[in-house]
């Protein structure tokens, strides 16, 4: 046959150039629906891989990532922003908590500072996702500043399955307990700092590289405050 990608005769299963497989079947809506849901829910490859292995083996998971061994492993990114998707979802439907509008938070009778919280909560909340997953930047540039092993992109790459993985598994299960929003949430932090910890470490200084990841996270978690402040007060004005 000739493939249909490279145009290479052959008689195996895959092409032996391109790889693309033989006999590919017409896309229906069934094959489309059966490829998504394969893709989220295989434990030999895809979505519920990372989230298996990200717990059991995190650093060795991401190095092999990171080497290029790529073939079972989902996307970081979207990873990130399907994790942060199915948090947000299980959030809006259990939630009972009232969150004060900007509008609200512009007229309300106090401080200076409460109006410029009140003002970045509600704005981070009203276009959370999207926050969420752009905090993988400034928490990507301070590993790299206290961690140089690896380049900026490769940071990205670390923390969007370190994130993906803290916002599904510990932001949902101490939601559902607790009823704490993800950006307040202590365990999450102390997660954080665990993840980098496990993947960063360097075997012959445990202790330096656990204090290193905890500066790192106080320092994530005080940009996380300035970044509040900084949309507060742009909403104030």
Known sequence: MICISCSYEHDEKFCPNCGEKRDIPKITFVSTITST??????????????????????????????????????????????????????????????????????????????????????????????????????????????????????HITINSFILGHLTLIVGSISFLIFRIPLILNPFIFIALTWYIYRVFHQKNDKIGSFITA????????????????ILGLINLI
Request: charged share 15%; proline share 3%.
């Open 214 to 229: 905890f500066a790192s996270v106080l320092f994530f978690i005080i940009t996380l405050f300035a970044i509040i402040v």
């Open 37 to 154: 849901v394969a893709t989220v829910t295989n434990m030999d490859k895809g979505f519920l891989y990372n989230l298996k292995n990200l717990t059991l083996n995190p650093k060795h998971t991401i190095e092999e990532y990171l080497k290029g061994k790529r073939k079972h492993i989902f996307n970081p990114i979207s990873f990130l922003i399907i994790a942060i998707t199915a948090y947000l979802v299980l959030e809006s439907f259990f939630s009972t908590a009232s969150i004060v509008s900007e509008k609200q938070a512009n007229t309300v009778k106090g401080t200076l500072p409460y109006k410029i919280g009140s003002t970045g909560a509600a704005f981070i909340y009203n276009y959370f996702k999207f926050f969420w997953v752009f905090t993988v930047i400034p928490l990507s540039l301070i590993t790299k500043l206290f961690f140089r092993r690896y380049n900026f992109a490769e």
